[in-house]
């Protein structure tokens, strides 16, 4: 189970702060419509790859992600919020869900089929002891999506002027380059399909990468 610190800093006021570039969203509801969550557009590109099958999507916050997903798809999620889980239960309670710590634990003792993780991997405590759990719970034919903000020309510019998320949310804890990602962090434990970088909910201009995706496959 996480620890009590981390409950008090992804609690309630971590999702509805009310305060924008804060530790934390303004009002996450906001995001419950697949076009208004900033990683809605990846459920088509997910199926593409995968029609059906086991799905994990770690750090799962209120649950919205998963509920995109047709049918076909077993649903789980994890998250180290107990408040997150508690509501994300009670507004899908089809979707099997855990609170857990990816970095501590597996929430979940089975392999699936996909695995996802936005904006997860640079909150975690251990990121290796992470990533080796995600190894474990992955299929050897399974796919790993993630996503990770990056230190690039757009967050130094931000950071500037006092507005990089990247930078003031103190719960981003490793804060590099999306080369750093590629080719030291993730190949330790995956293959790198195919990455690109995104400035915000599937929009890419040019210079103003905020976010980098990877499609990961198991070594």
């Known amino acids: 189970m996480p620890s009590s610190n981390l409950q ?11 305060k924008a570039w804060a530790d934390g969203y303004d009002d ?29 999507d770690i750090g799962c916050a209120l649950g919205y992600f998963l509920s995109f997903f047709p049918e076909g798809f077993e649903k789980h999620g994890a998250d180290v919020s107990e408040f997150a889980i508690e509501t994300a239960k009670r507004n899908f309670p089809a979707t099997k869900f855990a609170v857990s710590d990816i970095s501590e634990a597996q929430p979940f003792k089975k392999q699936f089929d996909v695995i996802t993780a936005f904006d997860v991997l640079e909150h975690v405590l251990n990121l290796r002891s992470a990533l080796r759990n995600i190894h474990s719970m992955l299929k050897d034919d399974g796919l790993l999506v993630v996503a990770v903000p990056i230190a ?3 967050h130094h510019l931000l950071a500037f002027l006092g507005h990089s998320f990247l930078t003031t949310m ?3 804890l490793t804060l590099t380059t999306a080369k750093a990602w590629r080719n030291i962090i993730l190949p330790e434990f ?30």
């Open 8 to 18: 008090k800093i992804y609690g309630k006021n971590y999702f509805f702060s009310g």
């Open 28 to 56: 996450y509801a906001k995001r419950s419509a697949i076009k208004k969550h900033p990683w809605g557009f990846m459920v088509k590109r997910i199926i593409d790859e995968k029609q059906q099958g086991s799905i994990l």
């Open 152 to 154: 690039s020309r757009m």
């Open 170 to 172: 103190d719960s981003h």
């Open 190 to 219: 995956f293959t790198i399909v195919e990455d690109f970088p995104t400035t915000w909910a599937g929009k890419h201009y040019p210079t103003l990468d905020l976010f980098q995706v990877f499609f990961l496959r198991k070594k």
